[in-house]
């Protein structure tokens, strides 16, 4: 006989019970995750659906608003060419170049603020008051410093980037829990080894917040650093595209940059997951 069979009545019930509400907590589960699967399919599937049927019905007009069928033929077209080829790696390469250098500083300069009060007397009002400006308003003055070859589109990717890994690793290391820091004081932990074991640590969640807020932010900044007389890139094919009047080529350009948006978030989740594998995910539903 088992535990169960030999236990008293009420505390059978109350065992099978636990067991009803744990089955019923897996199927729900189970249909809350296969629910987010389909509806991450179905949904951009009928938006794209209805878009063909808008053309199709005489609804939009196609050279305002081409369908999805021209799209498509507007990207085998430019697969065949060559030119999204030569295009996406470029692109990717100024992405990543300006992020990997705005990232870099901010990283810095948010943890010098952050364990240091004089880092932050000195810096955080400065940034504080620039982040304010919209990027969009120094490519003017980027152009008189720096040019228009490479070197403003990259000081404009780094200069849009480092705003929110700053913050986000200042408010990190700020916010870290007085108490941590003060039952680590008590092991002895002091300086920088007090810094490593207990305040970094703590802060890199928000760190890496920052990391995934910049690199969305860094795609923001390439499509208009793309338009500083670019030669080369996604945003070279979209402007040449609209002096010919190819809406279809246009808009897959934009496809193109929100592709890349997705691919971005998605290993900035990863990374996040492999980091952070102990942060528990809170949902209400």
């Known amino acids: 006989m088992t535990t169960s069979e030999l236990a008293p009545p009420p505390v059978k019930e109350a065992g099978r019970a636990l067991e009803s509400l744990a089955v019923r907590g897996r199927q729900g589960r189970l249909r809350s995750a296969w629910r987010g699967r389909f509806l991450r399919i179905v949904v951009p599937a009928v938006l794209i659906v209805l878009w063909q049927l808008s053309s199709v019905l005489g609804w939009a007009d196609e050279f305002t608003l081409p369908p999805p069928s021209r799209i498509i033929a507007a990207y085998q077209e430019l697969w065949a060419n060559g030119d999204i080829q030569a295009a996406l790696p470029i692109s990717l390469k100024r992405a990543g170049t ?40 120094v490519v003017p003055l980027f152009i008189t410093w720096f040019g228009i070859g490479e070197t403003p589109k990259l000081v404009l990717i780094a200069a849009a980037t480092v705003f929110p890994m700053y913050l986000n690793t200042y408010h990190g290391v700020r916010g870290v829990d007085k108490k941590l820091i003060e039952s680590g004081q008590t092991f002895g932990l002091r300086g920088w080894r007090l810094a490593a074991r207990v305040i970094l640590p703590t802060a890199l969640p928000a760190a890496l917040t920052g990391l995934r807020y910049a690199a969305g932010v860094s795609l923001l900044a390439l499509v208009l650093a793309e338009q500083i007389n670019a030669r080369e890139g996604i945003g070279y094919l979209v402007n040449n595209a609209n002096q010919n009047q190819r809406p279809d080529i246009v808009i897959a350009g934009i496809l193109i940059y929100a592709l890349l948006g997705i691919v971005v978030d998605v290993l900035m989740r990863l990374a996040e997951h492999f980091a952070l594998p102990w942060r528990p995910r809170v949902a209400i539903g």
């Open 98 to 137: 300006g992020l990997a250098i705005g990232v870099s500083l901010g990283l810095v300069l948010g943890l010098f603020a952050g364990l240091w009060k004089i880092g932050e007397e000195i810096f955080d009002a400065p940034l504080q008051m620039l982040r304010t400006i919209p990027f969009i308003a």
